[in-house]
């Protein structure tokens, strides 16, 4: 099983709509969990960040972990297509700060 | 906050020569700092992790002595590339991670990113 896992999509949604991305890990003592946005030939930026069960919501974005099901969620309200780009999902490993990401799913919002 | 910088932005080189990409954090200290690879259409892989002042811990399959990986500060850590070859073209990213009490302690904050050309 691998560590960090993404559907790679392409997700579609129409403009407005939401977006709802997934992911699941495997190490039970994964403490921390991040969303990076990485668009075509750019690097990686910080979307979000959740430690504990259960929502967080900044913006358009919210973000849902599940411990217990080892489960971390993005959605995004009000999709644009500005929004387009391939989410990443990582999870913290070990007392370095060491991220495992998953592949990432690429998002694409129809105007 | 939470700003990291990369140089150069793009580096095209001849086969054989050496290439220096920099990584500075430029608003906050960083204890360990990443190196990342990405070829076209492909997920971020992992090259090694450093942190400062001791050697950096390379992934299976990085070869530490073509990647020669420097971690002289809290802020700069630099990637060298040893005679480079077309096959070592890609996008090289750094990314820095903060001391607890700064951003998100364990927050891996990404540079722009470095695209290498080997001709």
């Known amino acids: 099983q691998k560590e960090v896992e993404q559907n790679s999509g392409p997700l579609s949604v129409p403009e407005g709509a939401i977006a709802s991305l997934n992911c699941t890990y495997s190490d039970r003592g994964s403490q921390s969990f991040f969303w990076y946005r990485q668009y075509s030939g750019k690097s990686p930026e910080l979307i979000m960040f959740i430690y504990s069960n259960g929502d967080k919501e900044d913006g358009r974005f919210t973000a849902q972990l599940n411990k217990a099901s080892q489960y971390v969620s993005l959605l995004i309200r009000d999709s644009q297509p500005s929004d387009s780009a391939t989410y990443l999902c990582a999870v913290n490993r070990g007392s370095q700060g060491n991220l495992i990401f998953g592949k990432g799913t690429k998002l694409s919002v129809k105007p | ?119």
């Open chain 2, 1 to 119: 906050g939470a700003v990291v910088s990369q140089h150069p932005s793009w580096v095209i080189c001849k086969s054989g020569t050496s290439v220096k990409i920099e990584c500075r954090s430029l608003d906050f200290q960083a204890t360990t700092m990443f190196w990342y690879r990405q070829f076209p259409k492909q997920s971020l892989m992992l090259m090694a992790t450093s942190n400062e002042g001791s050697k950096a811990t390379y992934e299976q399959g990085v070869e530490k002595d073509k990647f020669l990986i420097n971690h002289a500060s809290l802020t700069l850590s630099t990637l060298t590339v040893t005679s480079a070859h077309p096959e070592d073209s890609s996008f090289y990213i750094c990314s820095a991670s903060g001391l607890a009490g700064g951003p998100v302690p364990d927050t891996q904050y990404f540079g722009p990113g470095t695209r290498l050309t080997v001709l």
